[in-house]
């Protein structure tokens, strides 16, 4: 059983930078595809970007390209999001997740294919 812990969330101003961590335990990290999704109450999880478990591949949705990058450190377990150039829209709760490739190049990018998932980190962007 894999769990899942999000920090780094904050408040910040548009234009800002945060830098999201999600800290795994209890199972083989390099063999998980994680990815990260943010909720806004009220609206359904969006996928916001994922990375496969040998950092081979990335794959963002289009609202965060440019300026959203994720990257993992197996030996740390642990998987992140650099966010800059922050806009409001971006407020949400972020919530990273993992499930179990035998692809080392397979990246998930529907809810519906993660197994793990962590609580959440709130971010909240003024403008």
């Known amino acids: 059983q894999v769990q899942l812990v999000e920090s780094g969330g904050g408040l910040v101003q548009a234009g800002g930078s945060l830098r999201l961590s999600c800290a795994a335990s209890g199972g083989t990290f390099s063999s998980y595809a994680m990815g990260w999704f943010r909720q806004v109450p009220g609206k359904e999880r969006e996928f916001v970007a994922a990375?496969?478990?040998?950092?081979?591949?990335?794959y963002y949705t289009d609202s965060v390209k440019g300026r959203f990058t994720i990257s993992r450190d197996n030996a740390k377990n642990t998987v992140y999001l650099q966010m800059n150039s922050l806009k409001p829209e971006d407020t949400a709760v972020y919530y990273c997740?993992?499930?179990?490739?035998?692809?080392?190049?397979?990246?998930?990018?529907?809810?519906?294919?993660?197994?793990?998932w962590g609580q959440g980190t709130e971010v909240t962007v003024s403008s």
């Open positions: 990375i496969s478990r040998t950092e081979i591949t990335t």
């Open positions: 997740a993992g499930l179990y490739s035998f692809l080392r190049g397979y990246v998930g990018k529907s809810s519906d294919e993660y197994v793990y």
